[in-house]
Every structure is written in C-alpha cells, then in structure tokens.
C-alpha cells in the first residue's frame, strides 16, 4: 500500500504501511515543518510517543526498518527527564528495565522526537529508544512516520490458554506483563479489559504465569 505527494514540487515521496501494523514511513528526509506538512497532504497523522513505544515493541518489521534513524512525534514538550520503562500502553515509569522496554527521555519545550538505536547502539547504551523534547525544528530527520488521521493504531488482543506446556499467551509477551504490578489480579484485570478479554479465568492464568516468571 503506498500513498504519493511531491515536496517542493521536485521529489515525489511514498508513504507504505508496515506490514498491517497501521503505521506507515516515507523515506524521505524532513525537517519539522516539511514532516507535518507530507503527513498531512496525505491525510496522515503524527505518532504520539506512546503508540510509537508499543508500535516498535510488538512490530519487529517496523523496528528493524527504524533502526539507526529518528522522526518526528506528535506532542511537545516535556518535564521528565532520564531513563524510563514503559508498559504495554507506553506509559512510562522512572526506573531502568530491560533493553526493550526502557527509552531515555530528555526534557524540554519543544516537538517530541525519537531515535531508535541500532541493535549494537542499543547493547552499548542498554535501551532501544530516546525521546527528545529539545531537538531543533530546523533539523532534519532520516524518516517521516505517522497513520491515518482519525484511525488507532492496531492494538494486539491478548489471548491466554492453558496447554499441556503450561500457560500460552499471545498478543503480549511476558517481559511485557512483568513491569506490571506481578501480585494484583485487579491491575491485570484492567489490562486485559482494555485489550477485549476480561473474564476472571484469564486474569488468574496471567497471575499464575507471572509468579512462574519471577
């Protein structure tokens, strides 16, 4: 799937979905206003920090294509500063977890950028992802990402079984569920309603599947 514009009249730019996540990246170099100005020609929209952090998460198709490059968020300005973990909704906690899951951010008042690391860069700094609230507008980015306007991006529905192996999830993994409070039925309750599931069966099986993490 591929969406067209021309910039400046002179370079015809192409927007194409990653796989069926929803998301889709030109790749095209932008300063701030040429990003917004491309994304809403194509009646797309800029990713929140939140979307972008649990897009890249559960999309390896979309990581691997945002390695070594940063883009535009939607969003500006922030008060937090330092290393955070962030849940399976991009909510973030101040605190170091695993690789994956935890994204630098630097505080400022300007538009929120991201970089995702390089595999090697990501070993080396122990994180996948910083946010920027301090960029210059002025400077350019290696990609423009963003959805369609008026649409979410796809969220992954969880789905617990009990098998003959043990406990099966799917749509979420366990290192995801972790930064979760491990001992309350009630906050995994909430997490499973929010992604469609909220029968009390489930709630225990994650419970159950989380102390046998620990």
């Known amino acids: 799937m591929a969406l067209a514009t021309r910039a400046r009249e002179t370079v015809r730019v192409q927007f194409r979905e990653v796989g069926n996540s929803g998301v889709l990246i030109a790749l095209t170099k932008a300063n701030q206003e040429n990003s917004m100005r491309l994304l809403r020609e194509n009646g797309l929209r800029r990713l929140t920090y939140q979307e972008a952090l ?14 070594g490059k940063w883009f535009y968020l939607d969003g500006k300005g922030s008060q937090v500063s330092g290393c955070h973990t962030f849940n399976v909704k991009g909510e973030l906690t101040p605190g170091n977890g695993g690789m994956e899951e935890t994204v630098y951010v630097y505080e400022g008042t300007r538009q929120l950028v991201m970089h995702v690391y390089t595999d090697r860069d990501a070993n080396c700094v122990g994180r996948r992802c910083v946010i920027f609230a301090d960029n210059n ?45 491990r001992d309350s039925a009630q906050e995994l309750s909430k997490v499973i309603a929010a992604f469609g599931s909220e029968s009390l069966p489930k709630t225990r099986m994650l419970v159950a599947a989380l102390r046998v993490k620990e």
């Open 54 to 67: 649990v897009e890249i998460g559960k999309n390896p198709e979309l990581k691997e294509q945002l390695k």
């Open 137 to 181: 507008p002025s400077t350019v980015a290696e990609v423009v990402v963003g959805v369609r306007i008026g649409r979410e991006v796809t969220r992954p529905k969880i789905e617990v079984a009990q098998t003959k192996e043990g406990v099966k999830l799917t749509g979420i993994t366990l290192e995801q569920l972790v930064a979760l409070r």
